[in-house]
T-cell receptor, first 115, second 115 residues
């Protein structure tokens, strides 16, 4: 079990640039979640995939945000035309459908700083 | 609407003393309840969960939590704190009626255990 991995761990970008983050879930976990965590706050849900299907999106996920999970394995989260308010920690989590009421396992996160 | 409240931003306790980190919730229906811990520059780590059954649930590293339905609380406890328990603790809730699995988190409580 290698855990959930995320890449990059840190990203600094200038306002207006596009950024893309990657998440590799625990193998055989078919559920994948993206959350955003700002300083002093708990994680806030962004979106959820079951296999390759994106089943739920938060209202926090504006039109500038897009997430994909093309083959039901890794996922990418892209932010277009970044704004300073996008600065946050972006967390990915996965869960095992074989466990009832399964807990989510989180990756280390990608810290985005928009200057 | 689902929400989680952690009324204390910080909890300070001496090593060897018992600790309690408080959590109350509001959900439409019966919840699934979780505690996660976050160490600096790391992702969230699952501690324990309440699904059903015994109101006292035991988790990792000697932590336990008590579910109180009438008070809508799920306080995290440990009989004897360690300096290494110092971290940021998050309470989270999931709607039992949802098949989607998104978690709602509190703002977090910073636990400091001094020697």
């Amino acid at each position: 079990d290698t855990g959930v991995s995320q890449d990059p761990r840190h990203k600094i970008t200038k306002r207006g640039q596009n950024v893309t983050f990657r998440c590799d879930p625990i193998s055989e976990h078919n559920r994948l979640y993206w959350y955003r965590q700002t300083l002093g706050q708990g994680p806030e849900f962004l979106t959820y995939f079951q296999n390759e299907a994106q089943l739920e999106k938060s209202r926090l996920l504006s039109d500038r945000f897009s997430a994909e999970r093309p083959k039901g394995s890794f996922s990418t989260l892209e932010i277009q035309r970044t704004e300073q308010g996008d600065s946050a920690m972006y967390l990915c989590a996965s869960s095992d459908p074989g466990l009832a009421f399964h807990e989510q396992y989180f990756g280390p996160g990608t810290r985005l700083t928009v200057t | 609407a689902q929400s989680v409240a952690q009324p204390e931003d910080q909890v300070n306790v001496a090593e060897g003393n018992p600790l309690t980190v408080k959590c109350t919730y509001s959900v439409s229906g019966n919840p699934y309840l979780f505690w996660y811990v976050q160490y600096p520059n790391r992702g969230l780590q699952f501690l324990l969960k309440y699904i059903t059954g015994d109101n006292l649930v035991k988790g990792s590293y000697g932590f336990e939590a008590e579910f109180n339905k009438s008070q809508t609380s799920f306080h995290l406890k440990k009989p004897s704190a360690l300096v290494s328990d110092s971290a940021l603790y998050f309470c989270a809730v999931r709607d039992r009626g949802s098949t989607l699995g998104r978690l709602y988190f509190g703002r977090g409580t910073q636990l400091t255990v001094w020697p």
